[in-house]
């Protein structure tokens, strides 16, 4: 599966727009992108996902090149509820490896006053 | 309705011992995961079953050995426990059709285990 990388921390201030990149060079033509949130204390949660192109509801939307070896997580608007690490996973589809993902390092988001 | 219970929340046992995390969904998905997650928060896949059918088993130590008595439940017991078992272990489930799309995993609130 492909590994990713993504920054280790941003900051920002309420109110704003923040993008995290995530690098997936590796990705498969079958796999998924998928991020996930986790507040202290907590388990992940599922946040957004997609294959390609551009995805959005109504916490977040996603945008992925058609290279598909990158994408971006957009969250509008933050609020400080918001601080939390994010985490970009590749999942593995059908007939490949379903179900396997490989979690990286997360980004450590804190959202400031 | 938790979605994806797990229990104990917090374990505090003595090196040597042997522990059991029990987890369980009510989502009626079709696969269950085992994660650990360390100090440092990186996230690690242990096990996966699907079905009650072992389908991941990461390079785990044979103390770890997960149960699956049916699709709902997934029990995952620790023998000879060392210290550097003391993290937080995730249950997860998701449903996982052969051909279909994957819908994201349902975590548990996470079992802290310290071992002192």
């Known amino acids: 599966l492909a590994k990713t990388t993504q920054p280790i921390s941003m900051d920002s201030y309420e109110g704003q727009e923040v993008n995290i990149t995530c690098s997936h060079n590796n990705i498969a033509t079958n796999d998924y992108i998928t991020w996930y949130q986790q507040f202290p204390s907590q388990g992940p949660r599922f946040i957004i996902q997609?294959?390609?192109t551009k995805v959005t509801n109504e916490v977040a939307s996603l945008f992925i090149p058609a290279d598909r070896k990158s994408s971006t997580l957009s969250l509008p608007r933050v609020s400080l509820s918001d601080t939390a690490v994010y985490y970009c996973l590749v999942v593995g589809g059908y007939n490949t490896n379903a179900g396997k993902s490989t979690f990286g390092d997360g980004t450590t988001l804190t959202v400031k006053p | 309705d938790t979605a994806v219970s797990q229990t104990p929340k917090y374990l505090v046992t003595q090196m040597g011992n042997d522990k059991s995390i029990k987890c369980e969904q009510n989502?009626?998905?079709?696969?269950m995961y085992w994660y650990k997650q360390d100090s440092k928060k990186f996230l690690k896949i242990m096990f996966s079953y699907n079905n009650k059918e072992l389908i991941i088993n990461e390079t785990v130590p044979n103390r770890f050995s997960p149960k699956s008595p049916d699709k709902a439940h997934l029990n995952l017991h620790i023998n000879s426990l060392e210290l550097g078992d003391s993290a937080v272990y995730f249950c997860?489930?998701?449903?996982?059709?052969?051909?279909?799309?994957?819908?994201?995993?349902?975590f548990g609130s996470g079992t802290r285990l310290t071992v002192v």
């Open positions: 997609g294959y390609k």
């Open positions: 989502l009626g998905h079709d696969t």
């Open positions: 997860a489930s998701s449903q996982e059709r052969s051909g279909a799309t994957h819908y994201g995993y349902t």
